[in-house]
């Protein structure tokens, strides 16, 4: 990699590693949608279900993709199509999902079979009927990314139901977040940060859509941008659950922090503030960047943990046993979206620190992450010190999203002079 710019590096890594995975094997030509669920080390195709979560994310990436091959910022031609291919496939995608995930008051199904009917566990019995936000809001923001690329409103009713059904569930409290849902009475970051991404993405369609006119939406991004930031503390941490019963407090699930995703709702909050014309807290935003990698850095290994202040009485529970058994692990997601922030808080705001842990971070995940001889693609699960580990994080699937979002993120960010 040496002194070679970041933005060729990642779009190398699209065209020759990510793209080619994914055009190759997950996209299903038969019944439409896509096939993710292979292996950590992507040579094997575990099931054909489809989780509703990753058939959003994949509409996303092909419809963002498509954005940059036409910009000339990604070539497609040793892949075998073109923008129009992908495009096709991101329309279909979003076919598979109109006709047999989304209802019509926005919710959408967790997991569908391959033809889109009730998907089914290895012994044949039906899997439990769940629902989550967070697979609703990639539903709108796959249908929005394709929107702002075809410019057709067609779509924007069913992103709108959507996306506000979501807002709605978490601004009342205990929304439903398979697959690790908080304890009664906990307001999780996460969430908050998902409502903030699908009104961003829901913003930019509309801009698409109808570029004459203001975003109907502003106030609802205002407020989502609000709601996540609430979770700022002083120093730069956010905390990751809030807590209502004040007796928890001095538990592993007050305590805990998770640096990635604080470092991932930076970007977006940095990146609503300039679509709302609203930039007087970049600064102690900015500030922040650096305390969080400082916070999630390995100092032994390398790279950033999982989570970070894991100490405390325990509650229980699946999401605290989570934390509790992967506060260590070295996470695919982690390390794209860090380097997207401090890259872009680096890039268009000047901040020098944040270049200098862009280095420390790009190398990190460069060196780690890619497969290479362990496996195809990304290895997106590696243990503390960095060996793949071939276990189930969240969902059982391979999701190119983060790092494909990410990559493609750089990519764009010098071509627009930094502007994100």
Same mark, same amino acid.
Do not use: K, N
């Given at each position: 990699m040496g002194s070679e710019q970041p933005e060729r590096v990642a779009r190398r890594q699209l065209e020759d590693v990510i793209l080619p995975f994914w055009l190759g094997n997950g996209i299903d030509t038969e019944h439409g949608g896509f096939f993710t669920c292979f292996d950590n080390r992507g040579r094997r195709l575990l099931s054909t279900n489809k989780f509703t979560w990753s058939q959003g994310r994949f509409v996303?990436?092909? #419809?963002?993709? #498509?954005?940059?091959?036409?910009?000339?910022?990604?070539s497609l031609g040793g892949l075998g199509g073109d923008s129009g291919t992908l495009i096709r496939h991101a329309e279909r995608g979003a076919s598979f999902l109109l006709d047999h995930a989304v209802g019509p008051d926005g919710r959408c199904a967790y997991v569908? !079979?391959?033809?889109?009917g009730a998907a089914l566990d290895e012994q044949g *019995? &039906?899997? &439990? #009927?769940? *629902?989550?936000?967070?697979?609703?809001?990639?539903?709108?923001?796959?249908?929005?990314?394709l929107t702002r690329y075809t410019g057709s409103p067609a779509h924007l009713p069913t992103i709108d139901v959507i996306v506000q059904r979501i807002a709605d569930d978490v601004a009342a409290g205990d929304p439903p977040t398979p697959p690790y849902p908080l304890p009664p009475g906990c307001s999780g970051f996460g969430a908050r940060m998902i409502v903030l991404n699908a009104r961003l993405d829901q913003a930019r369609a509309h801009e698409a859509a109808s570029p004459d006119r203001t975003n109907p939406h502003a106030d609802e991004l205002r407020a989502a941008r609000r709601a996540m930031l609430a979770h700022r503390e002083d120093g730069g941490l956010f905390t990751e659950a809030f807590?209502? !019963? &004040?007796?928890?407090? !001095?538990?592993? %699930?007050?305590?805990?922090?998770? &640096?990635?995703?604080?470092?991932?709702?930076?970007?977006?909050?940095? $990146?609503?503030? $300039?679509? %709302?014309?609203e930039t007087g807290d970049h600064g102690d935003l900015l500030a922040g960047v650096s305390a969080l990698c400082a916070a999630g850095w390995d100092d032994e290994h390398g790279g950033l943990f999982r989570y970070v202040g894991v100490s405390g009485r325990r509650a229980g529970g699946p999401y605290e046993d989570l934390v509790r058994r992967t506060w260590s692990t070295k996470l695919w997601w982690v390390h794209t979206e860090a380097a997207y922030t401090t890259r872009l808080a680096a890039e268009r705001y000047g901040d020098r620190e944040a270049a200098r842990w862009f280095d420390r971070i790009w190398a990190y995940t460069l060196g780690t992450f890619p497969g290479g001889a362990d496996g195809e693609e990304w290895i997106q699960i590696r243990d503390r010190a960095g060996a793949p580990l071939d276990e189930v994080v969240a969902l059982p699937v391979k999701d190119p999203y983060h790092i494909s979002r990410n990559l493609m993120q750089i990519v764009e960010l010098r071509s627009q002079g930094g502007r994100p």
């Open positions: 996303w990436l092909l #419809a963002r993709a #498509a954005r940059l091959a036409d910009r000339g910022l990604l569908l !079979d391959q033809r889109g *019995r &039906p899997l &439990p #009927a769940e *629902r989550s936000i967070f697979a609703d809001a990639f539903v709108a923001m796959g249908l929005a990314e807590v209502a !019963d &004040p007796g928890m407090r !001095d538990t592993i %699930l007050a305590r805990h922090r998770t &640096p990635g995703h604080a470092l991932e709702g930076i970007w977006m909050a940095l $990146e609503a503030g $300039e679509s %709302l014309g």
